[in-house]
């Protein structure tokens, strides 16, 4: 059984640039989040959802960042014209139900690194 | 918004030697968890606490749920150079909090 598959596991972009993190659930999950952690410091959450539908998107930038989790295939993370601050792992975490009394697993992450 | 404090931010063991970590809110939860980040990955779940007073164990680990549901504390026996890594708790409602996290260092 599969768990949580972030790609790429590193990804370089330029300042400017748009970046494209992808995340596949563990089979049968249908609840997947997204976390960013800096150097040195915890996991901030960043955007929950369901299939189709983004749940609690709190802890996004309201600029430049969207999330999507379609019908079909990966949950995407997307940050749009890059800057250095965005240099971080983000990490998606997939549960089988609602996140109260529930447990997240997480992928290996994706580290982002803007030149 | 619920805020978790994590102590100690790090610490520096002998092999061998016992580790304690917690975890404390100003906030009720209804779920405690207890992730190991090692370098380059994703946090992986070591303890999960559903129930206030509910003491885990998991080989050398063991774990508590506060009995006011606002703390959490995670005990390593026996350390090995192994469990070097970064500790996370969360608290669990509708959405899940993190800790900053305890950095573990074990000398051999």
């Known amino acids: 059984n599969a768990g949580v598959m972030q790609n790429p596991r590193h990804l370089v972009r330029r300042r400017g640039q748009e970046a494209r993190l992808r995340c596949s659930p563990m089979k049968g999950h249908s609840h997947v989040y997204w976390y960013r952690q800096l150097p040195e410091e915890g996991l901030k959450f960043m955007v929950y959802?369901?299939?189709?539908?983004?749940?609690?998107e709190s802890g996004m930038p309201k600029e430049r960042f969207s999330a999507e989790f379609p019908k079909e295939g990966p949950s995407i993370l997307r940050i749009q014209q890059v800057v250095r601050g965005d240099s971080a792992a983000y990490f998606c975490a997939s549960s089988p139900l609602e996140a109260a009394g529930n447990i997240q697993y997480f992928g290996a992450g994706t580290r982002l690194s803007v030149l | 918004g619920q805020q978790l404090n994590q102590s100690p931010q790090s610490m520096f063991i002998q092999e061998g030697e016992d580790v304690s970590m917690n975890c404390t809110s100003s906030?009720?939860?209804?779920?405690w968890l207890w992730y190991k980040q090692d370098p380059g990955e994703g946090p992986v779940l070591l303890i999960a606490l559903y129930k206030a007073g509910e003491l885990t164990s998991n080989g050398r680990l063991t774990a508590q749920f506060g009995i006011t549901r606002k703390d959490s504390f995670l005990n390593i026996s026996a350390s090995i150079p192994s469990d070097v890594g970064i500790y996370f708790c969360a608290g669990n409602n509708n959405d899940m909090r993190f800790g900053a996290g305890t950095r573990l260092t074990v000398k051999p």
């Open positions: 959802l369901q299939k189709e539908n983004i749940i609690d």
């Open positions: 906030s009720i939860f209804n779920t």
